[in-house]
């Protein structure tokens, strides 16, 4: 109910375990309720593991169920690509998945995905742009206890890297992966900043 609301950012986990159709259906009618556009990426949590636990566990679904997930998700939020971008207030957005099928870490683009955010990136040198993952940026914060920097971090992080140092237009990244909060101090430090572009830290809604 907030004045002067262009949309809503989503940068993952919008289900809080497995991605089973009876989260999907809360996720649904809780989106009901907002009147500006959805913008959003998937987590880890939306797309990756299988409808049941297993010895107690969450475990990765095979590729042919991480398709369905993702499919779950694009019809659930109304996208048509899981990878997207969004020319507003003079600001490219451009919103990456971690859509990978077969891949090992948390939050890995596909070919496709990382093809698509090239030419965005190449075709709009001009404007300044926010990057939307599920995953922030290796060395954007000093938490050193969290999980492995493989499955914390967007990947591949050397390419990223790169990529980022080649197009300085970048300056933010938003992320939600580590659901840090704000009394964490690595929710707001110096560590935050990686070469010249900014790393939000976006907090559980539930805490």
């Given at each position: ?24 259906d809360v ?109 922030p940026l ?70």
């Amino acid at each position: 109910k907030l004045d002067d609301i262009y949309g809503v950012a989503i940068v993952g986990d919008l289900v809080s375990k497995l991605g089973t159709h009876a989260e999907y259906d809360v996720l649904a009618k809780g989106l009901k309720t907002l009147s500006v556009p959805i913008y959003a990426v998937p987590g880890n949590h939306d797309i990756l593991y299988k409808d049941y636990l297993i010895n107690g566990e969450k475990k990765r679904g095979s590729p042919a169920e991480k398709k369905a997930k993702q499919q779950l998700f694009k019809k659930t939020l109304g996208l048509k690509s899981l990878y997207y971008a969004k020319k507003a207030g003079g600001h490219l957005l451009v919103f990456m998945p971690n859509d990978a099928l077969s891949a090992i870490p948390c939050s890995m683009p596909s070919d496709e995905a990382w093809e698509f955010l090239r030419k965005t990136l190449k075709n709009n040198r001009d404007m300044p742009t926010i990057i939307f993952n599920h995953a922030p940026l290796t060395g954007s914060y000093a938490d050193k206890k969290t999980m492995p920097p493989l499955q914390a971090n967007a990947q591949p992080a050397a390419r990223i890297r790169r990529l980022l140092k080649d197009n300085p237009q970048v300056y933010l990244w938003f992320s939600g992966h580590l659901h840090i909060k704000p009394a964490q101090r690595y929710f707001n430090c110096p560590e935050n900043k990686v070469g010249k572009v900014n790393v939000i830290h976006v907090p559980p809604s539930q805490i």
